[in-house]
């Protein structure tokens, strides 16, 4: 059948990964040659014909460069970099269009006429190649200048889709960048004779309108600006490559610096992380991906491409960025066979992103000073600078060893596009007019004071009450790396957020980089010398933050969820009111209360009314008079069974509410399952019983605020009470309801009686060996699932067994295989493995008492059983359709990813363990500590600038996570810090006192600490819930 062409490993063998052990690496130079001098030692003759090369650069202007016949693609590289006084060049490349009119990378390493095939009319062009997920990491303004211009020949191209009003909010940043300040009749003759846009007439009344914001911001804000919107969206950087799957589905293939990306259309449907991705390879038109084993479960797969040149094409874009961004050094040489090679030697000869942070950082290149001008100013005013000065140290001084000599130099001469009759590309944008100078849009500043920033100038932006990210303008944006999968909402101006990039997978790190924060060390341990040191204050603290967190859990249903389903019509007016008469009073309450508690907390810091401090070094008054006022809310908290149940009922009756539903649920507001917020109320009740508690546990008796405290837990303990049965109830119907939405092939999962038990993976025997299968225990039946490369993010349901009759037995010695049990059943016997013995143990505990549960009960289970489970043929329903919005990843998702299983214990455990403060994080490999407002909640920590935001930057699902002290190797210096490790993701977290340490220490424990069985299971007797 053919060998493998190409292959490449990606973590065995090719240099180091981030944050691993260093390894050596795999290049195509001889041993002791460097990038230069393999070139240099190249034959060719001191005299060769020179050959002429049309280069387009970023601003649109055509460069002729003339280079010597034989000369290699890293000596034409060079010069263009050396032209542009680029000093971060390795994020960029050359491309060209071949015979098929596929773009393909200059290589450095071959001659140029070895890869362009008429070099003399072929116009090639300066583009990124590597695009990083957060433009913080961009040393260079100048860089960051050249990434903006790549956006705008994106968006003219129609490569970077997104919706009008985010194209226009781009076009109205380039526009203030170009022409500065708002001119309504000058920029209406601007984007007369300049395409940004391919529809751009239609936009250009909100172009305006937008530009109209951007009065007084600088060339350079606007270029971050720009990068900010560009990397929320999710074609941001993305290059399609066509190709099917085995099924013959047609998709397109990318590669971005988190793994290889699949699309169905233009919506993201997989990711194949590289720290799960074992070796890519390809032989003639396959490119097979082989899968690291989870488990006894390895799976390798196969995407079919137009021809062997496209396959070998993307094989060897997936091989740079993977070197690119996951290793520490520029690989090392390989040495060549002696007789004969089998497949291709290609590998990445550049630097590596660590290694070019590195040297700018070492080299102190970022701290020569320039300022960003206008790239075009108005038509009165134009001028043309062409005496901008070059940087002193070259580009290739990182590259080039002592003895080695330099490139050949090439004459290069400028030829204007708008003279240039050559227009080999379609191009929308128009070029620059204003000069001629590759750095004409920079000026040398005179002294030698370092510039402030542009991300600090970009973060000041983004916190201005007139900036125009927080007046709600619309982004689209890339699914969350972690939990939670969003997409745009065409809501009302008042509802729409913007969006920050997470991976795919929910074993991905969130993507905040340490540029995106600012770093505290000596403000906050000043601050922390001023503030109270008794115990009770930081107690106090903490009512207030997770209060905080608490209201803004209840504004995504009274404003963003109203908000949304008001402007589509969605909702019968019935259930308009029976939801927000019930929790309307209950957040109107709660903001009173918030104010009453910070008020409280301002005088106990001194902050105010200094004299009357001692009066107000307590809190059981605010709590008791609240918690007084709160139990007249019991009636509307025992109402939330009747709302969640219509709610339920509406959505599958009403497909218009359904798809608002499914949609709003996409948003990145609303970063839990919609019910879950629906819960929050009586959860809360939990929450203050717990720290009314310890607040008793702590004042002796004597103590003035004792007396208070006690009464207000005996208020709140008489109100738990009365809404515990329900609470267990509610969480039950809301995990149906949201495996109702995760699972393919099942009808009518919250059927009454129903009870959910335990879900999580297992190892299923089959013909093919064991396969990972996430399993599902009901207290009337077991299913057995499987996540494919789907458009729908869900579960398809391969079997269902029902417990009657059922029989749990351990066989490991009969098998052969570790923490193998079997499971006998009326319908087929399966084999199935756990993760560790610990985990077989919660499943066979849990799958014997669900047995002699339905033993006990009638013969409902099994109607409910035949009802329920239907034969849909594996196909998706009609909504569910490729191309539509995907499902959002949820803890289902993370238990599938991490090899975790979770019971309804479990989720109860959660409820008790939820907490919000502001922590130091810092990443392994970093110097600084950056801060945050965390929240943890649904077993995962939420990341947010301040507490104000609406929705989190990040998310970190925690299972499998650890949660420990550093140890001396940590190099940590600083009190109250945990760590947070999961195989080589490491973070550390730094609170601001022992309470607070030891508070998530303890809820984190907890909360990843699963019991070893359900034990709080439902007690028979009729639902309420019915269809």
Known sequence: MGEIEGTYRILQTPGSRLGAQKTSGVSTLEPGQNLLTAMASSPAKAHERDLPVKIRMLDNTVEVLDIESKCYGQTLLTEVYKHLNLIESDYFGIEFQNIQSYWIWLEPMKPVIKQVRRPKTTMLRLAVKFFPPDPGQLQEEYTRYLFALQIKRDLAEERLTCSDNTAALLVSHLLQSEIGDFDESEDQEHLKTNRYLPNQEKLEGKILEFHRKHVGQTPAESDFQVLEIARKLEMYGIRFHLASDREGTKINLAVSHMGVLVFQGNTKINTFNWSKVRKLSFKRKRFLIKLHPEGPYQDTLEFLLGSRDECKNFWKICVEYHTFFRLFDQPKPKAKAVFFTRGSSFRYSGRTQKQLVDYIKDSGMKRTPYERRHSKVRASTRTSNTDVPKQSVPFTEGLRTPGSPASTAAPLHSVHSLTSPTSVLPMFAEPSPSSLDPRAPYTRIADKTTAAPVEEVGRKLMQQPGSPVLQGLPVDHAQLSSLVLKSPLGLSPAFQVNAVPQGSSPLLSPVLSDAGGARIEEDDEMKRKRCPTDKAYFIAKEILATERTYLKDLEVITVWFRSAVIKENAMPEGLMTLLFSNIDPIYEFHRAFLKEIEQRLSLWEGRSNAHMKGDFQRIGDVLLRNMRTLKEFTSYLQKHDEVLTELEKATKRLKKLEMVYKEFELQKVCYLPLNTFLLKPIQRL???????????????????????????????????????????????????????????????????????????????????????????????????????????????????????????????????????????????????????????????????????????????????????????????????????????????????????????????????????????????????????????????????????????????????????CPVEADGIQKDYVFKLQFKSHVYFFRAESKYTFERWMEVIKRATSSPARSSLLLPKEKDTHTD
Request: hydrophobic share 35%.
């Open 686 to 964: 939990m929450h203050y019983k717990l720290i009314l508690g310890r607040l008793c546990k702590h004042y002796t008796a004597e103590h003035r605020d004792f007396a208070d405290c006690r009464s207000a837990l005996k208020e709140v303990t008489e109100m738990t009470s009365q809404l515990q049965h329900s609470l267990i109830r509610l969480e039950n119907f809301q995990k149906l309801t949201e495996l109702q939405h995760d699972l393919i092939g099942i009808d009518n999962l919250t059927a009454p009686g129903r009870e959910f038990i335990r879900e999580g993976c297992l190892y299923k025997l089959t013909k093919k060996g064991l396969q990972q299968r996430m399993f599902f225990l009901f207290s009337d039946m077991l299913l057995y699932t499987s996540k494919g490369v789907t458009g729908t993010n869900q579960f398809k349901i391969h079997g269902h067994l029902s417990l009657h009759g059922m029989l749990v037995e351990e066989s490991e010695n009969e098998w052969s295989v570790p923490h193998c049990f079997t499971i006998y059943s009326a319908q087929k016997t399966i084999v199935v493995a756990a993760s560790t013995r610990l985990e077989m143990g919660k499943w066979m505990e849990d799958l014997n008492v669900a047995i002699e549960m339905a033993k006990k009960s009638t013969e409902k289970s099994e109607m409910l059983l035949e009802n329920s489970v239907c034969n849909r043929s594996n196909k998706l329903p009609p909504r569910y359709l490729l191309g539509q919005a995907q499902r959002p990843n949820t803890i289902t998702h993370v238990c599938w990813y991490r090899n975790q299983s979770l019971s309804l214990s479990d989720y109860l455990c959660m409820i008790q363990n939820q907490l919000s403060g502001y922590l130091l994080r810092k990443f392994k490999n970093s110097n600084g500590w950056q801060k945050l407002w965390v929240v943890f909640t649904n077993f995962c920590l939420f990341f947010y600038k301040t507490h104000q935001d609406d929705y989190p930057l990040a998310s970190l699902p925690l299972l499998g996570y650890t949660v420990s």
